[in-house]
Nanobody, 115 residues
Framework: QLLLEESGGGLVQPGGSLRLSCAAS????????IGWFRQAPGKEREFVAGISGSGASTYYADSVKGRFTISRDNAKNTVYLQMSTLKPEDTAVYYC????????WGQGTQVTVSS
């Protein structure tokens, strides 16, 4: 059974950077698309970025385009989200999961952007 664990969140000042990791265990990340999502307080969960199985195709929400980069290391069964030029509105709990298929949400990792 595939388990995903998000990590790498924390408190960062506006303009700062963080790298989130989504580590798979129990099985490989053999899905067509793995996505990062986020949910801010009082808001609905939203798509942030996605990456294809080979890593050749990536997708971003307009709000993060040019600031966030999604990547994957299939040898390590891990998907990353490099976040730069962070803004207070990026504050949220970040989750990863395969997209387009039933899959439970994990616990996520908290990202707080504040001075």
């Amino acid at each position: 059974q595939l388990l995903l664990e998000e990590s790498g969140g924390g408190l960062v000042q506006p303009g700062g950077s963080l790298r989130l990791s989504c580590a798979a265990s129990g099985a490989g990340l053999d899905y067509d698309l793995i996505g990062w999502f986020r949910q801010a307080p009082g808001k609905e969960r939203e798509f942030v970025a996605g990456i294809s199985g080979s890593g050749a195709s990536t997708y971003y929400a307009d709000s993060v385009k040019g600031r966030f980069t999604i990547s994957r290391d299939n040898a390590k069964n891990t998907v990353y989200l490099q976040m730069s030029t962070l803004k207070p509105e990026d504050t949220a709990v970040y989750y990863c999961k395969p997209t387009g298929v039933p899959f439970p949400w994990g616990q996520g990792t908290q990202v707080t952007v504040s001075s």
